[in-house]
C-alpha cells in the first residue's frame, strides 16, 4: 500500500518535533475512546518497545491510519479531525510500528519501519494481512519497536494523563500505565475543597453551549490548577486565566464545559474559534465569576506575599513596551505618498529597499491581550520546569518550587525573576507567532536572539536613567 505523497525525507521533520509524552500519548488515546474503548493500556516493555492497546471498535482502513494527512473517522469519532495523532506518535518514537486491529470479525495486521522508509524514495509497505476471527474480541494494539526516546517518569506521566483525561475516567473509563512490575490506574483530576458560594451556570455564546463551574479553593488546599480547566468531550483542552479579565486566579478554580459545537486546534490543545467569540466567551464567564476572583484576590493576598508579585509584574510590563517602542523604531516605514514599486528611501534607516512591507502598530498578543495587562505569579509544580506561559489569560506563572526560582524569591531579587518572565514569554510567542504581534519578539526566529535583544534595550534604558539622575 502507498500511504504517502509527499518525499518520505519528511517523515525526519516530524522525528524532530518537540513533543512531550504526555502529548502523544494523549493522541493516541483520543484515538482509542474515539473508537469507543472503555479501557487503554499503555506498557513499557523490553529495552526500546512501547505498546498501547485498548478495547475499541478497530479500523478496517489501516492504510488510512498510517496515510500522512489521512485520517480514519468513525461514528464514534468525537475529537479527531485532522489525522496527526497516530503518525505524529510512531514518527516521533521512530523504530518500527506493528499495527494489530479487529474490527467487524477481521483481524488485520500491518507494519511500518519509518526510519527505513525515511531513507527509501517510495512511500509503498506492505499491505495488511487480514484474518477472519469469530471469538468476539476486538479493540486496537499498537507495538512500538526500537523506540528512539527515553521513558518517562511513570507517576508524572499518570499525573498528566489523569488530568488531560479527567472527564473520560470520570465517566468510568480506564487508563493504564505499566512498565516491569511496576503498574498504575490514572487517577482521573479532581476539583480542589472550596470556601464560600460556588458558581455553577449554563449559558450559550452564539449558540454553543457552556457549563462552568468555579470557587475559591480553600485556604488549606493547594491550587495545583489554577484558573479554569477548559473540557471538551472526553479530555481537556486548556488551563488557562481565560475569563479572568486581569485579576488573579492564583486562588480560583474552575471547570469549562464546552459543548460539541465548539471547535479545536489541530493537537487538542486550543480553542480554534474567532476571536470576537473567544472575546464574548470571556465576556461571559467574567460575569459569572467576578465575585469569586474579587473574593479570591483577597484571600491570595493573606497567603502570599503579594507586594513581591507585583513589583515584578511592574517591571515586566516596563520592559516590554520599552523593547517594542525600540524594535517599532527601527522598522522601515514607507512615506504615505511613495508608489508600491521601485526603490524607496525609508523613514529612519538611511538605507534602501524594494517593496517596503506595511507594518501595521501595535504590541497585542491575538485578541484582547496587551502587554499593559501582562502580570507575573507564582505557582507551585513538581514538573521541574522553571515556568510557564499563559497568553490568552495575558499571565507569566513561574514555579516557586524551583530552586534556583526559590533562592531569588528569598532574595526579592526583582530583576532575576523579571529576566525569567522575559525569557518564558519570548519562548511562548516565538512558539506561537503566527497568533501574536508583539514585534519584538516576532522579528526573531529563536528565544536566544529575542531575549538578548529585549534585555539589551532594557539595559540601556536603565543606564540613560541613572546617567539623568547622576
Same mark, same amino acid.
Given at each position: 500500500?502507498?500511504?504517502?505523497?509527499?518525499?518520505?525525507? !519528511?517523515?525526519?521533520?516530524?522525528?524532530?518535533?518537540?513533543?512531550?509524552?504526555?502529548?502523544?500519548?494523549?493522541?493516541?488515546?483520543?484515538?482509542?475512546?474515539?473508537?469507543?474503548?472503555?479501557?487503554?493500556?499503555?506498557?513499557?516493555?523490553?529495552?526500546?518497545?512501547?505498546?498501547?492497546?485498548? %478495547?475499541?471498535?478497530?479500523?478496517?482502513?489501516?492504510?488510512?491510519?498510517?496515510?500522512?494527512?489521512? !485520517?480514519?473517522?468513525?461514528?464514534?469519532?468525537?475529537?479527531?479531525?485532522?489525522?496527526?495523532?497516530?503518525?505524529?506518535?510512531?514518527?516521533?518514537?521512530?523504530?518500527?510500528?506493528?499495527?494489530?486491529?479487529? !474490527?467487524?470479525?477481521?483481524?488485520?495486521?500491518?507494519?511500518?519501519?519509518?526510519?527505513?522508509?525515511?531513507?527509501?524514495?517510495?512511500?509503498?509497505?506492505?499491505?495488511?494481512?487480514?484474518?477472519?476471527?469469530?471469538?468476539?474480541?476486538?479493540?486496537?494494539?499498537?507495538?512500538?519497536?526500537?523506540?528512539?526516546?527515553?521513558?518517562?517518569?511513570?507517576?508524572?506521566?499518570?499525573?498528566?494523563?489523569?488530568?488531560?483525561?479527567?472527564?473520560?475516567?470520570?465517566?468510568?473509563?480506564?487508563?493504564?500505565?505499566?512498565?516491569?512490575?511496576?503498574?498504575?490506574?490514572?487517577?482521573?483530576?479532581?476539583?480542589?475543597?472550596?470556601?464560600?458560594?460556588?458558581?455553577?451556570?449554563?449559558?450559550?455564546? %452564539?449558540?454553543?453551549?457552556?457549563?462552568?463551574?468555579?470557587?475559591?479553593?480553600?485556604?488549606?488546599?493547594?491550587?495545583?490548577?489554577?484558573?479554569?480547566?477548559?473540557? !471538551?468531550?472526553?479530555?481537556?483542552?486548556?488551563?488557562?486565566?481565560?475569563?479572568?479579565?486581569?485579576?488573579?486566579?492564583?486562588?480560583?478554580?474552575?471547570?469549562?464545559?464546552?459543548?460539541?459545537?465548539?471547535?479545536?486546534?489541530?493537537?487538542?490543545?486550543?480553542?480554534?474559534?474567532?476571536? =470576537?467569540?473567544?472575546?464574548?466567551?470571556?465576556?461571559?464567564?467574567?460575569?459569572?465569576?467576578? %465575585?469569586?476572583?474579587?473574593?479570591?484576590?483577597?484571600?491570595?493576598?493573606?497567603?502570599?506575599?503579594?507586594?513581591?508579585?507585583?513589583?515584578?509584574?511592574?517591571?515586566?510590563?516596563?520592559?516590554?513596551?520599552?523593547?517594542?517602542?525600540?524594535?517599532?523604531?527601527?522598522?522601515?516605514?514607507?512615506?504615505?505618498?511613495?508608489?508600491?514599486?521601485?526603490?524607496? =528611501?525609508?523613514?529612519?534607516?538611511?538605507?534602501?529597499?524594494?517593496?517596503?512591507?506595511?507594518?501595521?502598530?501595535?504590541?497585542?498578543?491575538?485578541?484582547?491581550?496587551?502587554?499593559?495587562?501582562?502580570?507575573?505569579?507564582?505557582?507551585?509544580?513538581? =514538573?521541574?520546569?522553571?515556568?510557564?506561559?499563559?497568553?490568552?489569560?495575558?499571565?507569566?506563572?513561574?514555579?516557586?518550587?524551583?530552586?534556583?526560582?526559590?533562592?531569588?524569591?528569598?532574595?526579592?531579587?526583582?530583576?532575576?525573576?523579571? %529576566?525569567?518572565?522575559?525569557?518564558?514569554?519570548?519562548?511562548?510567542?516565538?512558539?506561537?507567532?503566527?497568533?501574536?504581534?508583539?514585534?519584538?519578539?516576532?522579528?526573531?526566529?529563536?528565544?536566544?536572539?529575542?531575549?538578548?535583544?529585549?534585555?539589551?534595550?532594557?539595559?540601556?534604558?536603565?543606564?540613560?536613567?541613572?546617567?539623568?539622575?547622576?
Amino acid at each position: 500500500m502507498n500511504i504517502g505523497q509527499i518525499p518520505p525525507s !519528511h517523515l525526519r521533520a516530524i522525528n524532530a518535533k518537540n513533543l512531550q509524552w504526555k502529548v502523544v500519548l494523549g493522541e493516541a488515546c483520543d484515538n482509542s475512546f474515539d473508537s469507543g474503548a472503555n479501557w487503554v493500556r499503555v506498557a513499557f516493555t523490553g529495552t526500546k518497545q512501547l505498546e498501547i492497546s485498548d %478495547d475499541g471498535g478497530g479500523c478496517d482502513n489501516i492504510e488510512a491510519m498510517l496515510t500522512i494527512g489521512k !485520517h480514519y473517522r468513525q461514528a464514534s469519532t468525537k475529537l479527531g479531525r485532522f489525522g496527526v495523532g497516530l503518525k505524529d506518535l510512531a514518527c516521533w518514537l521512530w523504530g518500527e510500528l506493528v499495527i494489530q486491529t479487529i !474490527h467487524g470479525g477481521v483481524l488485520r495486521i500491518a507494519a511500518v519501519d519509518w526510519e527505513r522508509l525515511a531513507k527509501s524514495d517510495s512511500w509503498n509497505v506492505p499491505d495488511p494481512v487480514e484474518h477472519p476471527i469469530n471469538d468476539g474480541r476486538r479493540g486496537t494494539r499498537l507495538i512500538f519497536r526500537k523506540a528512539m526516546r527515553n521513558r518517562p517518569e511513570l507517576d508524572i506521566l499518570a499525573a498528566e494523563l489523569g488530568y488531560l483525561f479527567a472527564p473520560a475516567l470520570w465517566s468510568g473509563k480506564q487508563i493504564a500505565i505499566e512498565c516491569g512490575r511496576k503498574k498504575i490506574t490514572v487517577a482521573g483530576w479532581k476539583l480542589p475543597e472550596f470556601e464560600g458560594e460556588i458558581v455553577r451556570e449554563s449559558f450559550s455564546v %452564539d449558540g454553543k453551549r457552556v457549563e462552568l463551574t468555579a470557587g475559591v479553593v480553600a485556604s488549606d488546599n493547594t491550587n495545583q490548577r489554577k484558573g479554569f480547566t477548559f473540557i !471538551h468531550e472526553h479530555r481537556v483542552i486548556l488551563n488557562s486565566a481565560l475569563g479572568s479579565k486581569g485579576h488573579s486566579v492564583g486562588r480560583v478554580c474552575g471547570l469549562v464545559v464546552l459543548g460539541s459545537e465548539w471547535k479545536l486546534g489541530t493537537n487538542k490543545d486550543a480553542i480554534s474559534e474567532g476571536d =470576537d467569540e473567544m472575546s464574548r466567551l470571556e465576556d461571559e464567564i467574567f460575569a459569572r465569576v467576578g %465575585d469569586v476572583l474579587r473574593r479570591a484576590e483577597s484571600q491570595a493576598n493573606l497567603l502570599r506575599n503579594s507586594a513581591f508579585e507585583g513589583a515584578v509584574t511592574t517591571a515586566l510590563r516596563g520592559l516590554l513596551p520599552a523593547a517594542v517602542e525600540a524594535s517599532e523604531n527601527r522598522k522601515a516605514r514607507r512615506k504615505p505618498a511613495e508608489s508600491q514599486s521601485g526603490a524607496v =528611501d525609508p523613514v529612519g534607516s538611511g538605507v534602501k529597499h524594494r517593496k517596503a512591507r506595511r507594518e501595521q502598530p501595535g504590541s497585542t498578543f491575538r485578541g484582547s491581550t496587551n502587554l499593559a495587562a501582562i502580570r507575573f505569579e507564582w505557582e507551585s509544580t513538581n =514538573d521541574g520546569a522553571i515556568g510557564r506561559a499563559d497568553l490568552p489569560g495575558n499571565v507569566v506563572y513561574l514555579n516557586e518550587r524551583h530552586p534556583r526560582l526559590e533562592h531569588h524569591r528569598k532574595m526579592e531579587n526583582v530583576d532575576a525573576i523579571t %529576566d525569567m518572565c522575559c525569557m518564558i514569554l519570548s519562548d511562548a510567542v516565538i512558539k506561537n507567532r503566527e497568533a501574536c504581534k508583539l514585534h519584538i519578539v516576532r522579528d526573531f526566529s529563536d528565544i536566544t536572539s529575542a531575549l538578548s535583544e529585549v534585555l539589551r534595550r532594557q539595559q540601556e534604558t536603565d543606564d540613560a536613567q541613572v546617567g539623568v539622575s547622576a
